[in-house]
């Protein structure tokens, strides 16, 4: 069965530093796609960045980057040059494998602080 | 990607009645879903809102329970029925807007209280 693991609950970061959100997934099929979502406390789910199972590089949209480590099954969320706006719950997810164009599987998320 | 609005925005409710839930998007999309949060979890599939018929729904949902509708490829909703404490949580929509794309947009969310 198809799974995400976000083993992080809380991550804490200073404003202007870097940081890394992990995630490991577990799918036996060869296409998938992973997602990366932020949710402020309004309750709204921000798309964030997306990387296909068969995409030689890894994705990049503004100060977020997807390290993808097919290999390991990783799909890590890195947030270069963190600001105050950025605290928020992070989830990754995952295109089912059942669905065309395709529902997500999520994983249990991981709350960023970011302090000035 | 897709604007996408979901009315009403929060409310509370007695239990044992029901609400809808509306979802408009502003472009024709492909693929429509309906999520549920529960309190402090992550996001649970509901069903796929299939345009012109059933629902698909998911291990655990029933349609007498949450029915949908989705009468275009603009427009869904999704009626929470004879609603308990349980049932409270936020519902999202979301869309796929077409078929060169697997990204998923989603709406504001629902925020529903049940006493």
């Known amino acids: 069965a198809q799974k995400i693991t976000q083993t992080q609950p809380g991550m804490f970061v200073q404003e202007k530093e870097a940081v890394t959100l992990d995630c490991t997934y577990d799918t036996s099929d060869p296409s998938y796609g992973l997602f990366w979502y932020k949710q402020p406390s309004s309750g709204e789910m921000i798309f964030l960045i997306y990387q296909g199972s068969y995409d030689q590089q890894n994705a990049t949209e503004g100060r977020y980057s997807l390290n993808f480590q097919k290999a390991r099954k990783s799909a890590n969320l890195v947030i270069s040059a963190s600001q105050l706006g950025d605290s928020a719950m992070y989830f990754c997810?995952?295109?089912?494998?059942?669905?065309?164009?395709?529902?997500?599987?999520f994983g249990k998320g991981t709350t960023l602080s970011v302090s000035s | 990607s897709a604007v996408i609005s979901q009315k009403p925005s929060r409310d509370i409710c007695q239990r044992g009645t029901s609400l809808t839930i509306q979802c408009q998007v502003d472009s024709q999309v492909t693929m429509m879903f309906w999520y549920r949060q529960q309190p402090g979890q992550s996001l649970t599939l509901i069903a796929t809102a299939n345009q012109g018929s059933e629902a698909t729904y998911e291990s655990g949902f029933v349609i007498d329970k949450f029915p949908i509708s989705r009468p275009n490829l603009t427009f869904s909703t999704l009626t929470v029925s004879n609603m308990s404490p349980e049932d409270s949580s936020i519902y999202l929509c979301s869309v796929v807007p077409g078929p060169s794309t697997d990204t998923q947009y989603f709406g504001p969310g629902t925020r529903l209280t049940v006493l």
């Open positions: 997810a995952m295109s089912r494998a059942d669905q065309a164009g395709t529902a997500l599987i």
